[in-house]
Each structure stands twice: as structure tokens, then as C-alpha cells.
């Protein structure tokens, strides 16, 4: 008995070839390779844990069994979203064993949430996070300049997106300065672009800074709509953290009004359409247009008003008692200058006249007598009267040219043409009668209308009566 039971111990032992443990977990993970090429499998994450290069590992359970996973760094990181522990998910890869531990695994090329969209879950889940960070804090955002000089716009070429600003800018502010930094808007690779060309901006606006207009003042994020895969890119952590980080203000215009994006909630600012941001940031130059307006009217209104003051003013001078006692002075003053002028005209060739009877009477006395030295007396006395004769007569005419000098001065001042002149008129009816009052005129009536320079005919279209009867009480 015990030869048979060693023979059963020899035999067990014995064999062809006898395997390592290594070798036999690579045979198995040859076989279920083989037989597992690509397997779809659907369960709950649990035990979600990444490595230090950035593989990701879980398991994946029902409620009899789990199956470990591995999701490898160049796999995940074209992954749209995260998996979270208790999350469902369908996951597709080949089945193997890991070396190691000696365990089967699912090594993961595909994930997908079940029951919601990949896009929206990566959504949610980004959106989550970057609000945890304080990125969507409106106490962050900074405010839209009220007269932008300079605009920056980050779209692509192609479309009508740009054509449909440029047109909207271009109607409401042409004297706009406008940078545009082309870049795809979808498809691979388009947020790495976009946020390339959002930081290039903020690059030249530092760069450009000293110069007249050159700081970008503000910019325009966007693009035209499209379905969640097409707007995807304004999606992307990369994108909301360029704007996030640019110094010039941003507007996120990103498809149509319903579409919300992660820039949306990132930029200072969310426009509905691109045409609808280029219009929120012309809108200062309306209301500094409206401004100027309001200022126009009111200083036409002020102008007005002050015109209407002074013609009130000029017709209370025109009728007051005192404009006329100063008419009556100047033709007092005038009549005294021509009654003055008219009396030294007389005067002088009297003087002259009479000066010459004596000196004819003093050279026929002198000739009658013939004496020698009383000739010569008489002559010198004669010249020396002669000139004292022509100099009071030159001191006379001196001093009655100075005081006819300052009747006409006078004269000037006070006379109706100096007040013409200072742009007074004078109105004139037709008979020639002078029009003093405005109740005396009547529509259609004709004027003659003297100003300082020559007169003018005028009729006269309308007529407007003040009542002046509580200045008169003033003036009174």
C-alpha cells in the first residue's frame, strides 16, 4: 500500500515540462486575450484611485461580481469626463492578467456614463470644479468699458460670425480700432487655438500699451451656433482658464441665446449672439450720443432765452423815458455844435477884417507925416501888433477848435448813429413815421430798417407783444 501511494506521488509529479509561475499567468493572459479580444461591460465604479503617472484604476461591480480596471494616461486623457465612485458606466477593452498581482483586468480604451451624455457629464463636472475655485465669482468680473477704442476679437475666419461684427461694429462706431486673431472654433485641437490666440491679445495690448489707442480695451470670445460636439471647445478647461486669466475684459458670444458654455460662465460678461456682444459694446456711444444731444437742445433752449431776454431788454430801453431824453440831448448838443460852428466862422473874417482897417488907417497916418523915425516907430509898432494880433488869433482859433473838438466827441457819443453802431436799429413805416412800438405794427406791414451802415427793407411777418407793465413800474 504505501508503494502504490508512492507511485501515485511519483506519477502526480512527473510530467512533460513543468511551468513557472510566470509562465503560466502569460499563458492564461495569451488565452483570455484570445478569447476576449474587445469586450463591452457595464457596472458600478467603485475603489476610482489615480496613479502617479496618470492611469486611472477602478473596479467595476454588480451585485454578485467585480472585475478590476485599468484606463491608461494616453487612453484617459481623450476622455470627455471623469468617472466618480457609485457612477454607472459602460467601459470597452480587452481582458488580461496582470502580471503582478496575478488578477484578471479590463484594460479600458472606452468609457461612457449610462443613463446621461459623456459631453454633459464632463460638463457638470468641470463646471463644477472650476466654481469651486471662485472662477464664475461675479465679485471677479470685471466691468465692459462704456467708449472701448480698441476691441479684440478671437473667431474664426470663415463664416459669418465675423462678417455679422465687423457689420454691427462697423455701423455703430466706424472710428473703432479692431484686432482679429483668427483660430478654428471645433474639432481637435480648437481650444488649445482659441486659448493661444485669447493670450496672444492680452500679449500685444501690453506690448502696444504706451502707444494712442493701442491697449485692446476689450474682446469678443465666440462663435456662431452648432450642436454641443460643435460648441464642445468653448467647453474646455484650457479656454476657461485663458479667459479666466486675461487682463482685457471678456464677452463670451458662443452660439445662439440658449446655448451656455464653461466660457460663458468664465468671461465677465455673456452675450447671447456675437452680433448681440458687438452691440453691448458700442452701447456707451449711444448714450454719449444721446448725451450730446440733451446738451445741444438745452444750450439751443439757454440761447434762446438769453435772446429773448435781451430783445425785451432793448424794446424796455427803446420805450423808456430815459432813451428819449438822451435823443433830446443829442439834438440839443447837435444844434449847439452847428450854432457854435456858424458863430466862429462869422467872427473870424470880422476879426481879420477889422485888424486890416487899422493897419490901412496906421499906414495912411504914417504916410501923411513922412517923418523918418516916427515911421519907423509906427512900422515896428505895427508888426510888433500884427503879431501879437496873429498870435491871439491863432490861441482863439486853438481854443475854439479844442472846445468844438469836445462838443463834436459829444456829439458823436450821444448821437443816434454811434448807438447804431453799437447794433441798435432804427424802424421806419412806410409814411417814414418811426415805428416805436411793436402794437403799432401789424403783420405784413412794410419797414425800412436803418442800421449803422445802411438801410434795409424789410415786412414784417409776425409780431409778438410783451407786457411790459411790470417793468415799467419798475423803471417808474
Not at 100 to 126: D, R
Not at 287 to 302: C, F, G, H, K, P
Not at 457 to 471: F, G, I, N, P, Q
Amino acid at each position: 500500500m504505501n508503494n502504490r501511494r508512492s507511485m501515485t506521488y511519483e506519477t502526480m509529479f512527473r510530467g512533460p515540462e513543468v511551468l513557472t509561475v510566470t509562465e503560466i499567468t502569460r499563458r492564461l493572459h495569451g488565452t483570455l486575450r484570445r478569447e476576449y479580444p474587445s469586450v463591452l461591460v457595464e457596472g458600478q465604479v467603485t475603489g476610482f484611485s489615480r496613479g502617479g503617472k496618470g492611469h486611472w484604476y477602478f473596479t467595476l461591480k454588480d451585485a454578485d461580481s467585480q472585475l478590476k480596471c485599468a484606463f491608461f494616461r494616453q487612453g484617459n486623457q481623450l476622455s470627455r469626463f471623469v468617472p466618480e465612485n457609485g457612477m454607472a458606466v459602460r467601459v470597452r477593452g480587452p481582458i488580461g492578467i496582470y502580471a503582478a498581482n496575478g488578477y484578471h483586468q479590463l484594460v479600458v480604451e472606452v468609457i461612457e456614463p449610462v443613463g446621461i451624455g459623456a459631453m454633459h457629464l464632463a460638463f457638470e463636472q468641470l463646471r463644477r470644479r472650476l466654481d469651486a475655485e471662485g472662477l464664475f465669482d461675479e465679485r471677479r468680473k470685471r466691468p465692459i468699458p462704456r467708449l472701448p477704442r480698441r476691441i479684440g476679437i478671437v473667431t474664426s475666419r470663415e463664416g459669418a460670425v465675423l462678417h455679422d461684427i465687423l457689420h454691427v461694429l462697423g455701423q455703430r462706431n466706424p472710428q473703432l480700432s479692431i484686432v482679429i486673431a483668427p483660430t478654428r472654433v471645433q474639432g481637435a485641437g480648437a481650444a488649445r487655438e482659441i486659448a493661444s490666440a485669447i493670450r496672444s491679445l492680452n500679449q500685444l495690448s501690453r506690448e502696444s500699451s504706451g502707444e494712442r489707442d493701442g491697449q485692446i480695451d476689450v474682446m469678443i470670445v465666440g462663435r456662431g451656433g452648432g450642436s454641443m460636439e460643435d460648441l464642445w471647445a468653448f467647453n474646455e478647461e484650457e479656454v476657461a482658464r485663458a479667459i479666466a486669466a486675461s487682463e482685457i475684459p471678456v464677452i463670451s458670444a458662443v452660439g445662439h441665446e440658449t446655448d451656455y458654455t464653461i466660457a460663458d460662465f468664465v468671461a465677465d460678461l455673456r452675450a447671447g449672439t456675437p452680433s448681440i456682444a458687438a452691440d453691448r459694446v458700442t452701447d456707451g456711444m449711444d448714450e454719449l450720443r444721446q448725451r450730446v444731444d440733451d446738451l445741444e437742445n438745452s444750450l439751443r433752449i439757454a440761447v434762446r432765452h438769453r435772446l429773448d431776454r435781451a430783445q425785451w431788454a432793448l424794446r424796455t430801453l427803446r420805450e423808456s423815458r430815459g432813451f428819449r431824453e438822451v435823443g433830446l440831448r443829442l439834438a440839443r448838443g447837435e444844434r449847439r455844435c452847428r450854432e457854435l460852428e456858424h458863430r466862429l466862422l462869422r467872427a473870424l473874417p470880422d476879426r481879420l477884417a477889422a485888424q486890416r482897417r487899422r493897419l490901412d488907417a496906421a499906414r495912411t497916418s504914417l504916410a501923411r507925416t513922412d517923418p523918418r523915425a516916427i515911421f519907423k516907430v509906427a512900422r515896428a509898432r505895427v508888426l510888433e501888433r500884427e503879431e501879437r494880433l496873429t498870435r491871439a488869433m491863432e490861441g482863439k482859433m486853438r481854443a475854439v477848435g479844442v472846445e468844438l473838438a469836445g462838443w463834436v466827441g459829444k456829439l458823436d457819443a450821444l448821437s443816434p448813429l454811434g448807438v447804431l453802431a453799437r447794433g441798435y436799429l432804427i424802424a421806419r413805416r412806410e409814411d417814414g413815421r418811426l415805428a416805436t412800438r411793436a402794437a403799432a405794427i401789424s403783420p405784413g406791414d412794410p419797414l425800412s430798417l436803418r442800421f449803422a451802415d445802411g438801410t434795409v427793407k424789410a415786412v414784417a411777418s409776425s409780431v409778438d407783444l410783451v407786457d411790459t407793465t411790470e417793468r415799467e413800474t419798475s423803471t417808474t
